[in-house]
């Protein structure tokens, strides 16, 4: 299709939208999706993000009345334009999946008449049974809010009538944030500095309270041999995309040397060995919160309006089994894993069959050990990186183009629409592509799943890490029944590496394993490759039952019933509390929506 026809029909349905629109007709509005159409809105219609799918949904959504107007006329979308100038200028698309749905897609631009905001949408067009063009996915969401606009530029050193040096400068911003930060942010991983750089940008002053003795000792202190299991072009970070010369699996290592540095770079109020001493108390009258941090040698009481945890994973997931006091061997969980050279020549179970026991099984390989026995309680879902970057990472964020234009597109598409599609066999192209490391990994005994329960479809990867993760991740950031192959399914394969496959664990002996069948495995040394808790239980270890019992619903991660992340940069359901956590590709999109969330909370119009 010529790209004056593409822009023809984008610019046509785009404007007939933009009249339903301004005219307040939901109705009118709808008509504009296909049937089965979705809508995904971020902040333009609600202060929350929502998914509905169907036009009844649709229409009930846009027609709930909010300060005796429907939602469409209340927030009044105006001005809509195509938006040429970027890679999401209008293009042909072709969906995965058995339907092979093609049409157009493209960006556009808008303004929000309450509050007074900028948009940007995303459109994909599909023809219905009549040849009409009608959005099969619709994407709204808000940029800025009108005059408090997300800075790019910073006023540092003594021109223009500035009678203050940059280190002046710092100097004084970080103590007025010390003295009454408006965010505390629990975490300086790459979810809380990312969010604290948001932050700076929109002029709220946040603090971020880190455990650890130095930025990127989440990382640092790992095992020896972790990498990032995705490439480095789709998990930069914000403002400050990685060196072109860097490896593209970096090691946890110049990760995190690499954050320390950007933490300086970003100018981020940091308080590092510092840690919350009491469950933090919220008074409804103020809307503050009182807590008590532990911030090196002494205790300070800190009253910051809004309270956001970004700490990662939960805690490690360690199984009790009889006997394991009497354990003659080292018995460790993965996350404390830092030597297997001093195993040499020893036997080696790793109990687990995620991403984190993978990269342990190979560390031991490597280092010599006599024999390495992985053990796999229940099947796997198991993807090589060559396929995924293949058929999701290249696809989706080719090098050489702004990532912001990347995020914006892959978060344009519902999360429950994208489950669908690789449902209808979406997943088979990449199974095809990973078919001789199936057959090798069956063949050596390895239990093969794509499903997240028997019968209910195929989803891969990205299905299991959205479908399940609310109830624990493994160190690596996927839950524990998936693998992103980086070489263990070889070594696998080539016998290196057993597999004891099936058969749930009885209890320990002095000098290893007996499994409820009566089979034994014998062991020097046995790594608990089992997981991390929910982020709800580390939630409540920090801030109490009263806190945590109102969080709606009482689980982070995972999807909720229209198909939006559980607690994830939107309202927790307690004022002033929110979660910032997820992969690298989430905190950098999604912090601009958390800190429009804060923002408008601090004008008094949400």
Not at 317 to 341: C, R, V
Not at 403 to 429: C, T
Request: charged share 20%; with cysteine; aromatic share 10%.
């Amino acid at each position: 299709m010529a790209t004056e026809d593409l822009h023809a029909i984008s610019a046509d349905w785009l404007k007939s939208l933009e009249i339903a629109s301004s005219t307040g007709d939901a109705r009118s509005f709808v008509s504009h999706f296909v049937s089965d159409g979705w809508f995904r809105d971020l902040l333009c219609f609600s202060w929350d993000h929502r998914t509905l799918s169907g036009l009844e949904k649709i229409c009930g959504f846009l027609s709930e009345v909010v300060d005796g107007k429907s939602r469409l006329e209340h927030s009044s979308l105006r001005d809509f334009k195509i938006d040429d100038h970027t890679i999401n200028a209008p293009s042909p698309f072709k969906l995965p999946g058995s339907q092979g749905i093609e049409g157009v897609q493209g960006a556009f631009t808008f303004s929000i008449t309450n509050p007074a905001a900028l948009g940007r949408g995303f459109f994909r067009l599909a023809q219905d049974a009549n040849g009409k063009w009608k959005a099969l996915t619709l994407f709204t969401n808000m940029e800025d809010l009108v005059g408090y606009e997300e800075s790019f530029a910073d006023q540092h050193g003594l021109y223009e009538d500035r009678t203050i040096t940059w280190e002046g400068d710092v100097d004084a911003r970080f103590r007025a944030i010390e003295a009454d930060p408006i965010v505390l942010i629990v975490g300086g991983g790459q979810s809380g500095l990312m969010f604290a750089a948001r932050l700076r940008r929109l002029g709220i002053r946040a603090l971020i309270i880190e455990k650890n003795a130095r930025v990127g000792d989440c990382w640092r202190q790992r095992y020896p041999t972790l990498t990032l299991h995705t490439p480095a072009y789709q998990s930069s970070i914000l403002y400050s995309p990685y060196p072109t010369n860097f490896p593209k699996y970096i090691p946890k290592g110049k990760l995190a040397n690499f954050l320390e540095t950007y933490a300086v770079n970003q100018e981020l109020c940091i308080w590092l060995s510092s840690t919350i001493t009491s469950a933090p108390i919220y008074d409804s009258l103020s809307a503050r919160w009182t807590v008590e941090v532990q911030h090196g040698d002494k205790k300070v009481i800190l009253n910051p309006k809004h309270l956001v945890l970004a700490t990662g994973s939960g805690s490690p997931h360690i199984p009790t089994w009889n006997g394991m006091d009497g354990f003659q061997g080292a018995l460790y969980h993965s996350d404390y894993h830092k030597d297997a050279e001093q195993f040499r020549g020893k036997r080696v179970v790793v109990v687990g069959a995620g991403n984190a026991s993978g990269d342990i099984c190979q560390d031991f390989v490597a280092h010599g050990a006599a024999e390495v026995t992985l053990v796999q309680r229940s099947a796997t879902c198991v993807t090589s990186s060559a396929a995924m970057e293949k058929t999701r990472f290249r696809q989706i964020y080719p090098i050489n183009t702004p990532i912001e234009e990347l995020d914006f597109r892959s978060n344009s598409m519902p999360l429950a629409f994208s489950l669908q599609l690789i449902k209808s066999g979406g997943i088979q192209h990449v199974k095809m592509l990973d078919k001789e490391l199936h057959d090798g990994l069956r063949k050596a005994g390895f239990n093969l799943t794509w499903e997240i329960s028997p019968g209910s479809g195929e989803v891969g990867l990205e299905g299991f890490l959205f479908g399940r993760s609310g109830s624990g991740s493994s160190a690596s950031g996927f839950v524990p029944e998936t693998v992103l192959d980086i070489g263990c399914g070889k070594l696998i394969i080539e016998g290196r590496v057993k597999v004891k496959q099936g058969q749930e664990i009885s209890h320990f002996d002095k000098d290893g394993i007996t499994f409820k069948d009566g089979s034994k495995l014998l062991a020097d040394v046995v790594v608990l490759a089992t997981g991390n808790e929910p982020i709800m239980k580390t939630t409540r270890a920090l801030l109490g039952d009263e806190v945590t019992d109102r969080l709606i619903p009482p689980v982070v991660w995972g999807l909720d019933s229209e198909g939006e992340l559980n607690q994830i940069y939107r309202p927790s359901g307690h004022p002033g509390l929110w979660f910032a956590v997820g992969p690298f590709g989430a905190a950098r999109f999604f912090s601009k929506h958390l800190g429009l969330q804060i923002l408008a909370r601090e004008l008094g119009i949400a």
